[in-house]
């Protein structure tokens, strides 16, 4: 317990407020605004169009390089993760000596070991959550290559059966897609904590102008005005 006590309110503040922007907007944005006028929705309707499409080609060579191509970002984010929860709990390792070295820095905030201990941990909690959101997105495509390799022939493209089947694989896709932008936002949230170690309150405030950021992308972008603008086709016969 003598180790919590070197831990001051404002830090204890700071991490909290951090916590509550996090789940909160995540709360927001995946739950609430399920339906409404998102990225994640209008791309979407576009993944249902792909999967219609996808129906009437007889070669679908094209959607299985699509899916690659997701695949191997998705890839590169899950194994960038992993390196950086390497160097994290490196440091963690020798503390004493990273200490040393950012006390000769500029704005550093000095701090115990412990609170430079929670601030790691911070990090490392952070990442191993975009890690498993990486991991699970990238499990959700493979399903989803396995649906494609799975569709009915072209010659079936207008039954009834067949579009079920694909908006189906669309909803695979796109929770895919779901957990993979929850992974992108924990990137975002992870670069909001180091400016805690300059000071907690800069922490709340870049916090707050993550969150700013993340919604004007995700609800008030011009490239959500462009996706949005392409016309609806998937009432179209594919």
Excluded: C
């Excluded at 909803?171 to 949230?189: C, D, E, T």
């Excluded at 909001?192 to 800069?202: D, M, T, V």
């Amino acid at each position: 317990m003598s180790g919590i006590n070197e831990i001051n309110w404002i830090d204890w503040a700071a991490a909290a407020w951090f916590a509550l922007a996090w789940f909160g907007y995540t709360y927001y944005a995946d739950r609430l605004k399920i339906n409404d006028r998102t990225l994640i929705t209008v791309m979407r309707r576009h993944r249902e169009t792909w999967m219609l499409r996808m129906l009437a080609r007889e070669n679908r060579v094209t959607d299985s390089t699509i899916m690659a191509s997701i695949m191997r970002s998705v890839g590169l984010f899950s194994s960038t993760t992993l390196l950086i929860l390497a160097g994290l709990l490196a440091i963690l390792g020798s503390l004493d000596k990273v200490q040393a070295l950012a006390s000769t820095l500029p704005f550093i905030e000095g701090g115990t070991r412990v609170q430079w201990e929670l601030k790691i941990l911070l990090m490392v909690l952070i990442f191993i959550y975009a890690f498993f959101k990486f991991a699970w997105s990238l499990r959700q495509f493979n399903y989803a290559v396995v649906l494609i390799g799975a569709a009915p022939p072209h010659t079936e493209a207008e039954t009834a059966p067949a579009r079920e089947f694909a908006l189906a694989t669309a909803r695979v896709v796109s929770g895919g897609v779901l957990n993979f932008n929850r992974g992108i936002r924990a990137y975002y949230f992870g670069l909001a904590a180091l400016s805690w170690f300059l000071h907690p309150a800069l922490f709340a405030l870049v916090t707050v102008w993550v969150v700013a950021v993340i919604y004007r992308r995700e609800f008030m972008s011009h490239t959500l005005a462009l996706l949005e603008s392409v016309p609806d086709l998937t009432a179209t016969k594919p």
